[in-house]
């Protein structure tokens, strides 16, 4: 398992992903779930990818494929608008899935994956994309700015709080990375490094990136603030009347 999100908000988007792609008492793997393209002054796109790691890798090469193929009908570049891509890595999936699930399914397993895409294109408005198991999609909306994949139900009380379209991009940043935080102390299958990714809408630059270790300072700094907030509150809620 694994936990990706990314939150759309009026300053730009925030990508946010653990590392962890098995989880057990003997045997942990770490594999990024953050996969990033940029053509500055054209489009930024990145590609969250929870489920099945050999479908979810296979679509990542299939997209890299195509972008290095001239004669590629359809690739990253040649995309007009997000929803399209949105499509394009919807239809990779199911296709890989059709190709190794039987084998899969019948030793136990799920050849499923599911996906965020976010970004923007010159002359469009940024966005985000959940992409499910079965090739569709959905976008964010303004009453939910975020996108969850993965082991998301341990840190979307947070989301739910705290994000709005009005928060500022740091903000959202902070928020995403305390989500995470959450979902790791509540299950052990999400684990760091956590890489985040913040791009600036409309400006069609390199997003800014940061991956963070357990022993980060800036993670370990967050980690207890968060912790010693957490416990001020509670400290200061209302007493029963017997009390």
């Given at each position: ?73 359809f ?55 959940l ?9 964010a ?28 991009l ?27 990714t ?46």
């Amino acid at each position: 398992m694994t936990y990706c999100l990314a939150i759309s908000v009026n300053d730009g988007i925030v990508f946010a992903s653990d590392s962890r792609s098995n989880a057990g008492v003997d045997y942990i793997r770490t594999c990024s779930k953050m996969h990033r393209f940029f053509w500055p002054g054209d489009r930024i796109i990145v590609l969250l990818s929870a489920g099945n790691l050999a479908t979810t890798q296979a679509v990542v090469n299939a997209v890299q494929r195509d972008l290095d193929d001239p004669k590629a009908k359809f690739n990253l570049l040649k995309a007009k608008h997000l929803f399209d891509i949105a499509d394009y890595v919807g239809d990779l999936s199911q296709k890989e899935q059709h190709h190794h699930g039987p084998a899969i399914e019948k030793n136990g397993g799920s050849a499923g994956a599911s996906f965020i895409l976010g970004g923007q294109i010159k002359g469009h408005e940024h966005d985000i994309y959940l992409i499910y198991p079965e090739g569709n999609y959905i976008s964010a909306s303004i009453e939910t700015p975020y996108l969850q994949i993965g082991e998301n139900k341990y840190g979307k009380p947070m989301l739910d709080r705290v994000i709005s379209m009005d928060s500022s991009l740091n903000n959202a940043a902070r928020c995403a990375l305390v989500s995470l935080d959450s979902t790791m102390r509540s299950n052990i299958s999400v684990g760091p490094p956590f890489e985040l990714t913040l791009y600036n809408g409309d400006s069609l630059e390199e997003p800014r990136q940061m991956s963070l270790k357990l022993a980060s300072p800036y993670y370990k700094t967050l980690q207890k603030s968060w912790n010693e907030g957490l416990k001020r509150a509670f400290s200061r809620l209302p007493k029963f009347d017997w009390e």
